[in-house]
Nanobody, 120 residues
């Protein structure tokens, strides 16, 4: 059974930094596209950043220049370095990935989420 597990969330002051991690575990062959999403209270889940297997990246305009997404394919892990955090970054952050665990096709998986609170 494939699982995605996030870690690294917490409470941070405005202007601070956090690093989120997402580790894939279980039995599978390959991880393809991965991404971070977030959902603030009363709002829809939105894409924060995504990254291809070859590490081509894409960012939401709201986080460009502040957040950096990366991955380590050997460790089946994805990261999100978040700098210059703002109160509006407060949300539950979710890891997402397309994983091939055998026929018939790729499946899309979600992690359980990790809370990020930016507040003084």
């Amino acid at each position: 059974q494939v699982q995605l597990v996030e870690s690294g969330g917490g409470l941070v002051q405005p202007g601070g930094s956090l690093r989120l991690s997402c580790a894939a575990s279980g039995s599978f062959f390959s991880i393809y596209g991965m991404g971070w999403y977030r959902q603030a209270p009363g709002k829809q889940r939105e894409l924060v950043a995504d990254i291809t297997r070859e590490s081509t990246t894409n960012y939401a305009d709201s986080v460009k220049g502040r957040f950096t997404i990366s991955r380590d394919n050997a460790k089946n892990t994805m990261y999100l370095q978040m700098n210059s955090l703002k109160p509006e970054d407060t949300a539950v952050y979710y890891c997402n990935a397309d994983i091939y665990a055998g026929a018939p096709a790729l499946r899309n998986y979600w992690g359980q989420g990790t809370q990020v609170i930016v507040s003084s």
